[in-house]
């Protein structure tokens, strides 16, 4: 989530001139650097709690971007948070 909203920034503020040119820099396919972007489209407190989750410092993460790309996909806030519940419960249990 902070990588996303960190070249979103850069892209703003003109330091590179688009996702292609950040994808050529990262030597990341333009397909997998989309997936990354559109976490933006996540509800601002989904966006939250992402930015205050625990670092993971052994095994896997609690959440994947795998895990967000329906929820980010999806237009209606209400519906994220209630898909974000979901995967929250998921990783609790």
Known sequence: MALAIR???????????????IARLGHVSRARLT????LL????????????L?????????????????????PNRKKQRRMWQVVRREDVA
Request: aromatic share 0%; charged share 25%.
């Open 35 to 38: 997936q990354i972007m559109n």
């Open 41 to 52: 489209s996540l509800a601002p407190g989904i966006q939250e709690d992402l930015l205050l």
């Open 7 to 21: 070249l979103d920034q850069l892209i703003r503020d003109g330091v590179v001139a688009d996702q292609a040119e």
């Open 54 to 74: 625990p670092l993971t410092e052994h095994g896997r993460d609690a959440v994947t971007e795998k895990q967000l790309r329906p929820i980010a996909a999806t």
